[in-house]
């Protein structure tokens, strides 16, 4: 016996990708119902070899669905996420609106799944920032064996993660560089992405830090341990799709980068290539589509007593997003609905 579902966004980049991952790792589904606003009311969305089309969100009655994943921003989550969860529908979402919130599970499976059992109080489950979810899965078994003390990260963030506004304005400013009447002045962006980086994602807050370098450690803290201190430099690069990090580690005890390699290797999610050679090493293009967290560069932190370095890449539209609400509807109905 199978579930229920609903994909609440289901025309988006996030939306159809969880429609590819429910379909590619053969989530036992009996019946799915794809939902989108009015202006997308209709809409065809590939779901395996069925074509669906999307129904208006505003009028849909989440009474007897089983799990509803949601893939909408904040504003129409706190709309439309209460309503689904009131009527029976456990919510997973992937906006920022439950993520701190204390009585709602912030989960990645591999790193904090005894989390699941909290969903009840709200009947909301959150998924975390794209940049935080590829980055606690490695974080986690290292702690587990050396407990961490600090990290430092720098993220290299794809445009995908701002949508697909921000995929076509990299595409049109990359064409418009080699037609000089063809000016694409920056739209999604504060500044061209195009052949630029821009170290800045998300709103400026009141401390200098911007949101985006704010939830990962506010994240890492809620999923890892809340006395693991975090600071991070969030950066837009011109890259489709995609996020790298360097991320520097200090722990309490010693760890060799050998042992940290062989910890990493039997990792849930994770997949070592660490290669001291040329190309020996994963980058954001080679990454795309695929399931996995790849971890390289792993090298000893000389400047301190106890630290690492270790490079982070992962497709931010799967991991990031999709894949980790599909892992949480797996684990959900694993060890909570237990109907399939």
Known sequence: MGYRIVVVGATGNVGREMLNI???????????????????????VSFGEKTLKTQDLDAFDFTGWDMALFAVGSDATKIYAPKAAKAGCVVIDNSSLYRYDVDVPLIVPEVNADAIHGYAKKNIIANPNCSTAQMVVALKPLHDRATIKRVVVSTYQSVSGAGKGG?????????????????????????????????????????????????????????VDPKIKVTATCVRVPVFVGHSEAVNIEFEDFLDED????????APGVMVIDKREDGGYVTPVECVGDFATFISRIRQDSTIDNGLNLWCVSDNLRKGA???????????????????
């Open 22 to 44: 429910l379909e590619e790792r053969a989530f036992p589904v009996d019946e799915i119902a794809v939902l989108a606003s009015r202006k997308s009311l209709g809409t065809e």
């Open 259 to 266: 042992e940290a390699r062989d910890i990493l290797r039997e």
């Open 322 to 340: 999709a894949l980790n609400a599909v892992q949480i509807a797996e684990l959900l109905g694993r060890e909570c609905l237990k109907k399939g």
């Open 167 to 223: 995929i076509d304005e990299l595409w049109d400013q990359t064409k418009s560089m080699y037609n000089p009447t063809d000016d694409k002045p920056p739209k999604q962006f504060t500044k061209q992405i195009a052949f630029n980086v821009i170290p800045h994602i998300d709103k400026f807050l009141d401390s200098g830090e911007t949101k985006e370098e704010w939830k990962m450690v506010a994240e890492t803290k809620k999923i």
